[in-house]
């Protein structure tokens, strides 16, 4: 085994959660290692054709960006370069973006931070010391690398740094866990010719497929600025992303529904010539390990539009739930459609003091998780748990020093924030 260098702070997950962890710690002056097992950044943006930016505004009629600092920088750079769209609404509000552009803007976004970064490699073990995470091992094509850090920050979605460190986590929720889906984009459908909700599920309906064939009928329908392609959100499956074997046959069941809804897709008018040009490649999980975290967000926190001290970011998103038996969804919208708080104390392990996380592994209840795991709100609980940790490293942490360091860089706190 290779003994690299010591960090003092390492990021396991390079999406946007990650980046916005890794940047966030750099910016504060901490030596940042980030770990990404795939050959780019922008996880569930990059390589599972997730390309809507979810939670960046209000679900009213006002649609009032919530979302500052580092992700409000990811924004202006893709509008650099016309690769991302205005709001659009089909339940929430989003914007959709284009992939190729995300990998270059994060890229770009670490080498000017100074973020020491590695794809290609995994977090395959960690070393515990009493309550603390002190090193972890990374494997890559070359073998395996220990390296040291003070503080650490788990965005790898699946949770691995934190239950290989020792960090007390738990699968999903008791009342349930979020649905998988796989992405899928269509070429051939010209960007003068409009498909609606209504129009797939009625293809499908008309072309009667057998039971099982496929799952869903109505999804978002994305198209993309610059090559308007569709993106939909309809192949899904019942899975347990921990577990390779349950992973592997949903791929491969997504994959083979992506190709009947091809089927449908074609019938509609003006897409007969549509094409499948990606699937993925990878499904995208929605829920699996939850920090266990010093407070649990729930859904009550946002239906009191609760206050908090530790606020470190603001959330926007409904709690977007997708049923694992019926494969129906749901929409719970946040009262008012407004902002509410989301506290750091969320993002911060229980049993682990230099542990903090982001994007879908912060500690929520069904439908506060729900609401709080998309990649719009990710880039701000991320930049928060980067300063937190970078403050862990500096023996400083305090969560209102948190709160001021996250001013200091751009991000929206409070709902006073927006006005």
Not at 15 to 25: E, F, I, K, L
Not at 220 to 241: E, F, K, N, Q, T
Request: one cysteine or more.
């Amino acid at each position: 085994m290779t003994t690299g260098p010591d960090y003092d702070v390492i990021v396991a997950g390079g999406g946007t959660a990650g980046v916005a962890a890794a940047v966030g710690a750099a910016r504060e002056g901490a030596r940042v290692l980030l770990l990404e097992r795939h050959g780019c950044l922008g996880g569930a943006a990059a390589v599972r054709n997730v390309l809507t930016l979810c939670g960046l505004y209000t679900l009213g009629d006002d649609m009032t960006p919530v979302v500052g600092g580092i992700g409000a920088e990811v924004v202006a750079a893709l509008e650099d370069r016309s690769a991302i769209t205005g709001p659009q609404r089909f339940r929430g509000v989003f914007s959709s973006f284009e992939p190729e552009a995300m990998k270059l803007v994060l890229d770009q976004l670490v080498a000017g931070a100074g973020v020491d970064t590695r794809f290609g490699c995994h977090v395959s073990a960690a070393t515990r010391d009493g309550d603390r995470i002190t090193g972890v091992t990374f494997s890559d094509h070359g073998g395996d690398t220990s390296v040291t850090a003070r503080a650490f920050v788990d965005c790898t979605g699946e949770g691995d740094l934190a239950h290989l460190g020792g960090a007390s986590t738990r699968y999903g929720n008791t009342d349930g866990v979020n649905l998988g889906t796989l992405g899928t984009r269509f070429g051939g459908i010209p960007a003068d010719v409009t498909v609606t909700a209504q129009q797939i599920a009625e293809a499908i309906g008309d072309i009667g497929f057998a039971p099982g064939t496929v799952t869903k009928d109505r999804c978002v329908i994305v198209r993309l600025p610059g090559s308007a392609d569709m993106v939909l959100y309809l192949a899904s499956a019942d899975y347990d992303p921990r577990d390779a074997a349950s992973l592997s046959r949903a791929e491969m069941d997504a994959r083979r529904q992506a190709w009947a809804y091809l089927d449908a897709i074609r019938t509609i008018p003006g897409c007969a010539r549509a094409y499948l040009v990606s699937t993925g490649p990878e499904i995208g999980t929605r829920e699996s390990r939850h920090l266990n975290a010093r407070r649990q967000f729930t859904w009550a926190d946002i239906e009191a539009r609760a206050s908090h001290d530790d606020t470190i970011a603001l959330g926007a998103w409904a709690a977007e739930w997708h049923d694992r038996g019926s494969y129906a969804s749901s929409f719970d919208y946040p009262p008012e459609k407004a902002a509410y708080e989301i506290p750091l104390s969320c993002l911060h392990s229980v049993d682990t003091p230099n542990l903090f996380c982001a994007g879908r592994l912060a500690d929520g209840d069904r439908k506060g998780g729900a609401a709080i795991r998309v990649m719009g709100t990710a880039m701000a609980t991320g930049q928060a748990a980067g300063v937190a940790a970078a403050l862990v490293a500096q023996d400083a942490f305090d969560p209102a020093e948190v709160r001021a360091r996250l001013r200091q860089g751009g991000a929206l706190l409070s709902v006073q924030d927006l006005s």
